[in-house]
């Protein structure tokens, strides 16, 4: 039996068509309902025509070149982070006559300590565990724990004696390691120089510069960050609830004009050894030296990193926000004249970091900027805003005197099969549907648009059903009306899949689901392991088989709900 071919689509022509339209209905079509748009909502909609392609790669998008831009961006950091010297301060308490930057110094490396505290080996190992993310020896497609407990294990040689006395901590995981490599041949560990550099997907125009730590290290720098979260916590610093809190709080700012927004470049990249070294409690800066690669591998040459992490070693985000919060509140301990190390109880959360997005108030922003200055970071001064500046934005939060102006960047989809097609034209819908809902309002953002028209087109060129699914389905299901599609239908000629009507006032419907293709079997030794040290939080059916990241395609499934 011939084997039927496999059918592809091209998004480069149809996002042609989406953006004109988008342009069509932003612009004329605005003008009709508002005469004339708020400034807010003039800037809202102007942001979305020109960033809907910003991180969409077409086919004509030189990846190969990105990446080289992204490596020699990188080196010029690292050769910038050399020139800092050792951090020195000869005053062993804040007097009259203490120089500004020991002041500064001296209430950063206090509040380090305070945060911190003191270092427990137990809290630490009762936190390490394997990451969801690509280790050296691992690759993203498979990134499981039973991948990442494959002998060898890839490791450096200050993390091996960590991890031999954190087995000896945890025999029923170094059973479970053991009796999962049984027959193996090979020796445990996979000595290595340090980490690898590679690149991922920014937006068309750039590459984000990331390492592959080795499995080892990335297993113990795991606890290491989960620690530090929790010492974080207790001083306000959740990084659970952090970016919803700045959201907020340029919103505001946007409208008072009190504190200012400040971002960084680079900044995983410059936060340095020296500095670390001050600023730490001995045994903390002892781990996390231990923890780090010394150097990086790119395209083969190996390269010394003159920082004491980058992005892809888990405790370069902790580390970050720290250095920016205790900074923040040194400036501004310093603006008040206090002579004191540690601000207020209450005062904990004038200063708000989460990662490189830092909210400090307006009085502080110039100073808060030459103190970080000075110690190694680079200021983005296009995506920093302070004083009379109506705008703010943090943690993916724009906001022009109180209005939400983020615009929906479209991405790439899944793949060229024509099965990704329809779900990459819903996640597309799904997401300017609460545009326009914002823009046009929710009784005329449906009438007589340009993209829902070319849309339905797109759908009737290439023999696509429109899917109405409930409004807490995935963007890429199908389209979410939230009982608003008979009035979308009547004004759109798509073509709708069934829905009917189930038992006891229920909806049977279909809808689109990624399925993975790909699986490998799981140990019961390892994951009873993982699970008796990290119960789950509710339980589940034990799964036989687990997915293969990314080795799969798109379905048509059945669903049913009480609602559509």
């Known amino acids: 039996m011939k084997k039927r071919s496999q059918k592809f689509f091209e998004p480069d022509g149809m996002l042609t068509r989406i953006s004109s339209a988008l342009r069509r209905d932003l612009g004329y079509g605005l003008k009709q309902v508002y005469s004339p748009p708020s400034a807010q909502l003039e800037f809202a909609v102007s942001r979305q025509v020109d960033e809907f392609e910003k991180k969409y790669l077409f086919s004509t998008v030189d990846s190969d070149r990105l990446a080289v831009e ?43 300590y305070f945060v911190l505290g003191e270092f427990s080996m137990d809290e630490f ?114 990084v659970e609830r952090l970016p919803d809190q700045h959201k907020n709080r340029a919103r505001m700012a946007s409208i008072t004009r009190r504190e200012s927004t400040i971002d960084w470049s680079s900044a995983s990249d410059c936060v340095g050894i020296e500095l670390l070294r001050y600023l730490l409690p001995p045994e903390w800066f002892h781990m ?13 040459r190996n390269v010394i990193l003159n920082m004491i992490s980058t992005m892809g070693n888990a405790v370069t985000f902790p580390l970050e926000t720290l250095v920016f919060w205790t900074a923040g509140h040194a400036v501004r301990l310093n603006r008040l004249g206090s002579n004191t190390l540690f601000p207020e109880w209450k005062d904990l959360k004038r200063v708000s970091v989460f990662g490189d997005d830092c909210i400090v108030s307006s009085d502080d922003t110039r100073e ?67 545009k326009y809902i914002q823009y046009f309002g929710p009784l005329a953002y449906v009438y007589d648009k340009a993209l829902w028209h070319e849309i339905a087109k797109l759908f009737h060129e290439n023999g696509l059903q429109l899917k109405l699914v409930p409004h807490d389905f995935p963007d890429d299901s199908g389209i979410k009306l939230c009982g608003d599609h008979e009035r979308f239908i009547r004004e759109y000629p798509f073509k709708l899949s069934r829905v009917l009507k189930g038992d006891h006032n229920t909806y049977v419907f279909l809808y689109c689901s990624f399925k993975y293709r790909e699986k490998h079997a799981r140990s019961d030794h390892l994951r009873l392991a993982e699970w008796l040290k990290f119960p789950p939080s509710r339980s589940s059916e034990p799964q036989l088989y687990l997915p293969v990241r990314r080795k799969g395609g798109y379905v048509v499934a059945k669903g049913i709900s009480t609602h559509l």
């Open 368 to 434: 808060f900027i030459q103190l970080c200055e000075s110690i190694g970071f680079i200021v983005n001064e296009e995506k920093s805003f302070s004083g009379d500046h109506p705008f703010r934005e943090s943690c993916g939060g724009d906001y022009l005197q109180g209005y939400d102006v983020r615009p929906y960047n479209v991405r790439s989809p899944h793949s060229l099969a024509f099965s990704s097609c329809e779900p990459w034209l819903y996640i597309i819908a799904n997401r300017l549907l609460k």
């Open 70 to 112: 992204a490596f020699e961006k990188f080196e010029a950091i690292n050769k910038h982070m050399d020139g800092f010297e050792p951090f020195s301060v000869k005053a062993s308490r804040i007097q009259s006559d203490t120089l500004l930057h020991e002041r500064h110094l001296m209430r950063m490396r206090a509040l380090m």
């Open 288 to 300: 996390v030296w231990s923890l780090r690669c010394d150097v990086t591998s790119i395209n083969g």
């Open 125 to 238: 190992f009762d936190e390490c565990k394997h990451s969801s993310g690509s280790t050296i020896g691992c690759p993203f497609s498979n990134t499981s724990l039973e991948s990442k407990s494959r002998y060898p294990l890839s490791a450096t040689s200050r993390a091996i004696p960590l991890f031999e006395y954190y087995l000896k901590y945890d025999p029923l995981f170094a059973e479970a390691l053991e009796e999962f490599n049984k027959g193996v041949i090979v020796q445990r560990y996979d000595l290595v120089e340090g980490s690898r550099a590679t690149t991922v997907e920014k937006d068309s125009k750039k590459r984000r510069f990331i390492c592959v730590e080795p499995t080892v290290n990335m297993f113990l720098q795991q606890g290491l960050m989960r620690v530090m979260y929790r010492r974080m916590k207790a001083v306000g610093l959740d």
